[in-house]
């Protein structure tokens, strides 16, 4: 696709469930980050893939976090025993290479509210 | 947490105004880069700055970087109402893999 593409765009959850958000990256795009943004503040880092691999998730807020991305391209970000205060837009964004410097591309986000 | 400061948090102005947006941090820095989001969902690149450069030019968009104060700041010069959005500082801290510390943002509204 012409950009970084996230489904769903909105969900709404009961606490204590599990939630996956999807990230399909611009095509070639060999790095992908995730990042949360709360109401009112910036994005926060929450890992960052090189190909398959994550190279730093020092981002995850707790081990109910998690993210895969097997074949270097699509990723997903998965939530178990979701809370309230995992409310917030998960973005999606990805760049040609992991440099320093390289443009980021984001996507529109996945908005999560758990209920 | 959060690595930068927006100063202002929100700012009016009118359509030809230019706006200054200002930005502090913390850390070392390998680039400065900033951002627009609208209605808070996609956030656009704008333009990056590099740690060697101190200032930059885009467009409308004119950005200055103070490594000795740490401290950038973001013009935008003869304001339109499609301006209107926030716009964020982040900071490059990794060691080379734009891993991104964003500030909290200025929310700028341009009146026709």
């Known amino acids: 696709g012409a950009g970084v593409s996230q489904t769903p765009s909105n969900k709404v959850t009961e606490k204590g469930k599990y939630v996956e958000l999807r990230c399909d990256p611009i095509?070639?795009?060999?790095?992908l980050y995730w990042y949360r943004q709360s109401l009112g503040q910036g994005p926060e880092f929450l890992i960052y893939?090189?190909?398959?691999?994550?190279?730093?998730d020092s981002g995850l807020p707790n081990d109910r976090f998690f993210a895969v991305r097997p074949e270097g391209s699509v990723s997903t970000l998965k939530i178990q025993r979701t809370e309230r205060g995992d409310s917030a837009v998960y973005l999606c964004?990805?760049?040609?290479?992991?440099?320093?410097?390289?443009?980021?591309?984001f996507g529109e986000g996945s908005w999560l509210t758990v209920v | 947490s959060q690595q930068g400061e927006e100063d202002p948090q929100a700012l009016s102005i009118q359509e030809g105004e230019n706006a200054t947006m200002n930005c502090s941090y913390k850390?070392?820095?390998?680039?400065l880069q900033w951002y627009r989001q609208n209605s808070g969902r996609g956030l656009v690149h704008l333009i990056l700055?590099?740690?060697?450069?101190r200032e930059k030019h885009s467009g409308r968009l004119r950005v200055t970087l103070d490594t000795s104060k740490k401290s950038s700041s973001l013009l935008i010069t003869a304001s339109r109402a499609a301006d209107t959005a926030s716009y964020f500082c982040?900071?490059?801290?990794?060691?080379?893999?734009?891993?991104?510390?964003f500030g909290a943002g200025t929310r700028l509204a341009v009146h026709p």
């Open positions: 964004a990805s760049s040609l290479g992991g440099s320093s410097g390289n443009t980021i591309y």
């Open positions: 095509s070639g795009h060999t790095a």
């Open positions: 893939f090189q190909g398959t691999g994550a190279a730093d």
């Open positions: 850390t070392s820095i390998n680039n």
């Open positions: 700055i590099r740690s060697n450069e």
């Open positions: 982040a900071t490059d801290i990794s060691g080379g893999y734009n891993k991104l510390i």
